[in-house]
């Protein structure tokens, strides 16, 4: 992984226009939701089902974004411009050895523990009951940054949240994750090395549109 840095930035300019003509190149990702095309100079990404064009432009190691937005700024649309910052900056992330996991985290005995599984799993309700019961405060709802630069993971806090309203600024080592499934009674086991990378390969978010960032993302987990 590549060190991080405190000095890291990602100019992020945004023009309200259509794109202007430039070459798409080799197409990586398609999906009702998002194209990813790459070209010598470039990533582009495309979000087909946004409400009005939409297309960011994104350099080869993330340090500069340009987005063009040509639509109202409706609240829709502004939330659809939002995920093209965000997969933007996740993407700059993973480069400096930094990666997303889909989870809802609590602060306990000074680390960060994360709780992951499908949507509607019950990760904000879990995480509510510590809240309630024991007083711990909340990370984030939503999304949690691992970092993988040092001798021990560190989890970074995200200053968005989904839809929990959650988020928290800081970095605390980790304490641990915990994958939930909803069942009929309540059992904690213990997962082997495969189930564990499996699930952690799972729910990890960070972009995976080359061999190379999936490598990334399957050395992380």
Known sequence: ARP????????IELRPCLPGSHPLGRVLLRSSQL????????YVLIFPSAAAPLEALLSPDGSNVLIHAAGVPSETFVKE?????????????????????????????????????????????????WRTLWQVP????????????????????????????VSTP???PLGGIIFLRQAPCNTVERLSPEEKHLLIAQHLISPTWTKEQAVLTLNAA
């Open 138 to 165: 909340l990370i984030n709802g939503d999304l949690n940054l691992l970092d993988m630069n040092g001798s021990v993971p560190a989890v970074h806090g995200l200053p968005w949240c989904g839809t929990s309203e």
């Open 4 to 11: 991080a840095s405190d000095t890291a930035e990602q100019p």
């Open 170 to 172: 800081g970095v605390w």
């Open 35 to 42: 194209m990813v095309l790459e070209n010598k100079d470039e």
């Open 81 to 129: 411009i939002f995920h093209a910052i965000r997969l933007s900056y996740l993407f700059l992330a993973q480069q400096r050895g930094l990666f997303a996991l889909h989870s809802a985290s609590f602060l306990y005995r000074e680390h960060i523990w994360l709780f992951s599984g499908h949507s509607g799993a019950g990760k904000s309700t879990h995480t509510n009951l």
